[in-house]
């Protein structure tokens, strides 16, 4: 029965995931994804845009999210080498399909989808690894199969499906080596960790996990210890020599890569940074913000899984592998302030074990007496329910939280369409250029784009509507004699201008 199960709701999420691919916003960093995949310079597209001489359109901005015929694999190279915090993998993978497909942003996006349906056999071998029970393998496929969270992201253009599949499948790769301890069984620990590190470099939560619970496991006997240090370290090691051509990258471009990271460092709330920790604990089992207290119901789920945390011998991975995350990326936010962990993709390798104790705690209570079986079964009705209704609304939405601040894109874009003669200023910079690629998608052919740092052009006279995108100080102190100038709702990017009435 729990196989069938199984299989119907792995074929669902599977189904999800490649479903109406170009439906949802092309937010900020997607359209920058395009713009690498397709091998076009950052920087000559800042300039090219900002240096036309000429009021643009939305097809002028497209062009970027196009494919040129004139750049080939080496433009793509060099156009990811120009963003080193973002290791290349991924996007070397996306561009036959970003090319192929009718449009780049739903090839970049099927090729997510895919990976992250290659996700439920990694988890499913996790699991496997964890507790050698068929049965907690199938709850694992379906925890992981409805999920809404691995959804957002098996429908992005970024790398953070690749990532979860290359955490659980380097995960499970470490159990199996440490048990048993071959040559063969390192080295192909050491395959993963090297494909984690061209993924992103966030694998290193979960490599720091995998050190700290082989410390803990053989620390007891110093023979066990040195061959767990020889193990590791020789897979690691050769993880990392086979890394070395992108750190020389990282290094060569530092300045950038501290310029692109800057944004983490900006201060937030404690209470946005708790808002964020418990919507996060939610997300991988249900994402309705129509229903706020949604999470509330995630709660003896969790709870089911800290009381089962002794039950398996090597639950200890997975409690690390929750915790190293959140001290990593949550502890500095905490200490010295940032914005890290209100970022659900930075504590990935947390999530992912987080569904993996509550498949266990289900495993568990499925297996025992008849009152652990009906409170084990009801626990796994309400998660099953909660993720595909989560999973039908996402499918039908524009947008979702995971777009971050180019939420509302559309929304704005619906405002300037509906007006006869508009005009939309835009100062210069990296997040004006993301977000002009991203309204772009969705502005009409009738709208001008004029791109300047002030107001020195006049604007002219048969423009009935005025917006602007993060004006500078020069182009908002042209315009405030003769505009009120207000955000629009729900941003803090886009602005409608208002002329001022004389007298």
């Known amino acids: 029965m729990l196989a069938w199960l199984g299989l119907v709701l792995v074929a669902l999420g599977i189904g999800a995931r490649f479903w109406d691919l170009g439906r949802m916003v092309v937010w900020h960093d997607e359209a920058f994804s395009v713009v690498r ?12 845009l900002y240096t036309a001489g000429r009021d643009l359109s939305a097809a002028d901005l497209l062009r970027y999210q196009t494919p040129d015929p004139t750049l080939g694999w080496a433009d793509a190279w060099h156009a990811m080498r120009g963003h080193p915090e973002h290791a290349p993998l991924f996007y070397l993978l996306a561009r036959m399909p970003a090319l192929a497909a009718d449009t780049a942003i739903v090839g970049i996006r099927a090729t997510s989808a895919l990976l992250s349906a290659l996700l ?58 440490l048990r048993r301890d071959s040559w063969a069984a390192w080295s192909l620990y050491a395959a993963l960790v090297a494909l984690g590190l061209y993924t992103h470099l966030l694998i290193g939560l979960s490599l720091a996990a995998h050190a700290l619970y082989g410390l803990a496991a053989t620390f007891t006997d110093r023979m066990s210890l040195r061959r767990f240090a020889r193990g590791y370290g020789f897979a690691v090691g050769a993880a990392l020599l086979a890394f070395v051509p992108w750190i020389l990258v990282m290094l060569d471009g530092l300045q950038a890569l501290r310029h692109f990271t800057a944004w983490m460092t900006m201060p937030a709330r404690p209470g946005q940074l708790l808002t964020a920790w418990a919507a996060g604990l939610s997300r991988p089992f249900v994402d309705l913000p129509a229903w706020p207290l949604a999470w509330l119901a995630v709660m003896p789920l969790l709870g089911v899984a800290f009381w089962y945390r002794e039950r398996c011998r090597d639950g200890r991975l997975l409690w690390l592998m929750v915790l190293v995350p959140f001290v990593v990326v949550a502890g500095p936010d905490l200490m010295t302030g940032g914005r890290r962990s209100l970022e659900a993709r930075y504590l990935m390798p947390a999530f992912l074990a987080i569904e993996l104790l509550v498949a266990g705690a289900l495993n568990r209570g499925l297996a025992s007496g008849p009152w ?25 939405a524009e947008s979702w939280w995971s777009k971050s601040y180019s939420g509302r894109n559309a929304a704005f874009a619906r405002l300037v369409n509906v007006t006869d003669r508009p005009m ?23 709208v001008r784009l004029r791109l300047r740092e002030d107001i020195s052009a006049p604007i002219p006279a048969d423009v009935t509507a005025l917006f602007a995108l993060l004006p500078g100080d020069a182009l908002r102190r042209g315009l405030e004699d003769d505009y009120d100038i207000h955000a629009f709702d729900g941003t803090w990017q886009w602005f409608v201008l208002t002329p001022r009435i004389s007298g």
């Open 37 to 48: 995949v397709l091998g076009f310079d950052h920087d000559a597209v800042l300039r090219d």
């Open 120 to 177: 439920i056999p990694a988890m499913a071998w996790f699991a496997w690894e964890l507790f050698q029970r068929r049965s907690a393998v199938w709850l694992a496929a379906i925890v992981v199969a409805v999920a809404p969270l691995h959804l957002l992201y098996a429908q992005e253009a970024r790398e953070y499906a690749l990532l979860a599949a290359i955490v659980a499948s380097s995960s499970a790769a470490f159990l199996r080596a």
């Open 372 to 396: 652990s079986r009906r409170v084990a079964t009801v626990a796994l009705a309400t998660l099953v329910a909660l993720g595909l209704a989560s999973q039908w609304r996402i499918l039908q």
């Open 424 to 446: 939309l200023l835009a100062s210069a910079g990296d997040v004006n250029l993301g977000e002009l690629l991203s309204l772009a998608y969705h502005l009409d052919g009738k």
